[in-house]
């Protein structure tokens, strides 16, 4: 049933959802972020293949085998090269975004995933492990776009009391992506051999069918009104997302927003970060995204069959073990999802990161006992699905959420070139760095992973507010310069205005201004 906006009587606006909202919040989660999820996983299964296949490649036209050394260096360049290319993206997404608009961005990508899936899909029989290697590249060129601009197309359409919802649901399509790729890669399904290049390019099924569906919905209505100045174009999607309502409180909010902005033009990356009225949010979405990654999920998910393994379970059974893990992720990817308009984004980051942090101890205690303690290898297995769950309940997806909340029309962009950028960097830090760190700090090395989770959590606590159901305006005024600026009522004395108190984020709390009643004023 369409939903109503309705303006409550002290003049918050809040609304339902709407199977328009819904829908296109489906189909972009479906059609891009998932291939993010499925992207990072699907080359784990066939990797004996895959390199089977650059060996192969290698003697037919040198009359030679590649060495070990040689073959893992490739198939390590075919996994990590998907981070460079997402690294790409994500630089790009300031400049696309601003130029095609928010859902002219989803749509004009996708002719990457055609692309890349073109190259993988037809590598072997034309006998080329470039292709492989560059399709990659350009799958993550692809997810790099979609992680930042699939939550902000996201946060603009939605209504600020379901921004937190719809904000989540592309980091659950993350988990499904991890958790489909996991599925088709069992043996039984296409996990055997002749199937690994179909296996790698089927991202192109959900591409084509977003590319179908997506151009029929409107561009995001804050793009419209803010940047393009399309009053009539924004009527007409706000009317599309919201149904049959009354539009006209979310039109003056959205002007409000347009009207505090110094200018309307879209700041570059160094105006950004040389913008002192944003240095607290900056500083913020460069920990949460920092500290997303070096929390050390990619490193659990590198050690998770090690792990079983040492766990007593039989090596034939780890695959549908790993499947189980998967499901874990989509559930508590789902728990976030129904709870955070309920209890707010800070419990789930503050609760997530500090739940990882603890698990990461008890798996380096568990590691150091187990060879004494026969009971420890289990609870190693109970401490990864805990770092698991608690990622994807909350870590995994309010980042993003949160880049999209900190800031205004005119800095968002550039907020998600800087937090994209240092997400991928972070990634790619980890995925190179944790073989050395293991060697030389052993079980050990998940107390780094531990301390970085509880200073994430600390900093979350301390410094950044709760955004649950305010405008974007209203969260940019939380972050305000803490110097107690005032504009004058045409005093003619100072006594005439006396500031009693001002709140941890810079703005006047309820009743703080005091008049002198002995002074009259004109």
Known sequence: MAEELLILSHGKITGHLTSSLLAVALLTSFGSSMLYGYNLAVVNSPAEYIKDFYNRSAVSRNNTGLNQES??????????????????GSLLVGTLVTRFGRKGTLVKSTVLVFISGALMGFSRICGSPEMVIIGRFITGIHSGIALSVVPMYLGEIAPKNLRGFLGLMPSIFICVGVFLAQILGLHELLGKEEHWPLFLSLVVVPTFIQLLLLPWFPESPRYLLIEKRNVHATITALKWYRAKCNIQAEVEEMQEEQRSLSTVETLSVPRLLLDSSVRWQVLSIIVINIGMQLSGIDAIWFYTNTIFENAGIAKPQIQYTT?????????????????????GRRPLMIGGFSFMGICCAGITLSLVLQSRVSFMRYVSVACVVGIIAGFCIGPAGVPFLMTAELFKQSHRPAAYTVGGSLNWISNFTVGFVFPFLQMSAGAFCYLVFCGICLTVAGYVYFIIPETKNKTFVEISQMFSSKEPVIQPLVPSSPDQLKLKKMNSYGTLENDSLEFDSSVSYP
């Open 323 to 343: 499947v189980g893990t998967g499901a874990i992720e989509v559930i508590a990817g789902l728990i976030g999802c129904f709870t955070i308009e309920r209890l």
């Open 71 to 88: 073959l893992t260096l490739m198939y390590s360049l075919t996994v990590s090269v998907f981070a460079i290319g997402g690294l790409v």
